[in-house]
């Protein structure tokens, strides 16, 4: 097998296993070094290195990892490197052994010539936060090399609750706002009654409708999210009972365009622990295919919010179900305490599974700001951008805080 076809393999390997190292075992390795991108830890085939007082790694595995796409000529022994920002394209272009970089047709220095080691190539680590806009650094007493991936611009959706009017200005930020003032209720119905979401009061001249119209004029596209869970069946109730589903799509559909959204957002939880798991999918597939084409004819664009595979909820058939959505949500959060960042590898394994069933271009990763916080926010956003998934929907405006919205946007191209 020649270099190209090692390295070919090499990479088809990695990025078959982009998943969580944990540190803990990373630590107990001695003098092995760890490699975090956006505080996750990453583990790849060849190590980094310090040759002549540079730190030296894996170029294409990093690279890939940052999205950027990596070519290699054999006969020419070169690399070339691409990233598309928006409209704009950045070329490099490296020789092994020449201490000279093309980029965009400029020649640039290099600390060091790329090297092969173990048949990946080997660049110095500081070339990717002065090409790409990754900001790099290396911690010599803990053998850790952070990489932070450079901003990046992401679709996003917010989530509007009824305790959510301090953060009422963050909208605009927002591609869509889902607005959280109906649900099923016990009895299988649909209904904006209750007491919570549900259609909030007006306050003086602010109403529901006014906020509903200004988020639309502000560009940020209204939603109306029906949440409902099943603790007392009613959710089993309303997919087994057709005239009662019938009834229920008809008020949602209505309700949506009588109030000016220009979308419907299904957070519908909790099917899959009990019964039949594959009753509960069809009878599920059903609704929302029900839904979806009653949707589209009122020019309404559906979004479905969904357990994600690795949890306990086994409902949902993702292949079928993004067929009949617009996007769909992961809403990857509650593996463990509420109050807790969630674990990064169970995140992860939620993306990948997902990945299996349908397209990058239809998913956004739900992430709970209940759980996480202005640091941690950072790590569920960059697995979003590792996988170039379509956005970010964050639950929800009203516990973000400023902290974690300043990381947001220092993550994220907002609108």
């Known amino acids: 097998m020649n270099v190209f076809g090692k390295m070919l393999l090499c990479s088809t390997i ?4 982009l998943s969580a190292v ?7 390795a001695a003098g092995k070094v760890s490699i975090m991108l956006d505080g996750y830890q990453l583990s790849f085939p060849v190590q980094p290195t310090v040759m002549k007082g540079t730190t030296m790694v894996p170029f294409r595995a990093i690279s890939e990892a940052l999205g950027i796409n990596v070519l290699w000529n054999q006969k020419e022994q070169k690399l070339t490197a691409t990233k598309q920002s928006g409209n704009t394209t950045k070329k490099v272009v490296l020789k092994m052994g020449s201490k000279s970089a093309l980029v965009d047709g400029s020649n640039v220095p290099l600390a060091a010539a790329p090297q092969t080691i173990q048949n990946s190539t080997m660049i110095p680590l500081s070339f990717f936060g002065q ?50 003032w109906s649900r099923i209720d016990a009895n299988g119905q649909f209904t904006v009654q209750g007491k919570e979401y549900k259609w909030p009061q007006a306050a003086g001249m602010v109403t529901p409708e006014s906020i509903i119209e200004e988020s639309a004029q502000q560009g940020s596209a209204p939603y109306l999210m029906v949440y409902s869970g099943d603790a007392s069946l009613e959710l089993t109730k309303n997919l087994e009972d057709k005239t009662l ?33 594959n009753k509960v ?116 405006l009203g516990i973000i805080g400023q902290p974690a919205w300043a990381q947001i946007n220092q993550s994220i191209d907002m609108k």
Request: zero cysteines.
């Open 281 to 396: 999918k069809s009878d599920y597939n059903a609704f929302i295919s029900n839904l979806s084409g009653k949707a589209r004819q009122a020019g309404l664009k559906l979004t479905l919010a969904l357990h994600p595979i690795n949890s306990s909820y086994t409902g949902y058939d993702y292949k079928k179900l993004s067929s009949l959505a617009d996007d769909i949500i992961i809403m990857a959060y509650a593996f463990e305490q509420e109050k807790a960042p969630e674990p990064l590898s169970k995140v992860d394994e939620a993306i990948r599974l997902a990945l299996r069933e349908t397209s990058k271009d239809k998913l956004m990763l739900g992430i709970s700001m209940g759980s996480e916080n202005d640091k941690s926010v950072n790590s569920k956003i960059g697995l979003a951008k590792r996988y170039d998934l379509k956005g970010v929907a964050f639950w929800r």
């Open 131 to 180: 090409q790409f806009g990754a900001a790099v650094s290396w911690d010599q007493s803990t053998q850790t090399v952070s990489i932070t991936s450079p901003q990046k611009q992401l679709y996003t959706m917010g989530f509007y609750a009824l305790s959510s009017f301090d953060e009422k200005a963050f909208i605009p930020s927002f591609d869509a706002i889902a607005f959280g």
């Open 245 to 277: 589903q019938e009834d229920t799509i008809t008020k949602i559909v209505s309700t949506a365009t009588e109030k000016g959204f220009k979308g419907i957002t299904l957070d519908l939880e909790g099917l899959g622990m009990t019964g039949d798991k």
């Open 14 to 17: 990695l990025l078959g296993s």
């Open 22 to 28: 944990p540190i803990h075992q990373t630590e107990a």
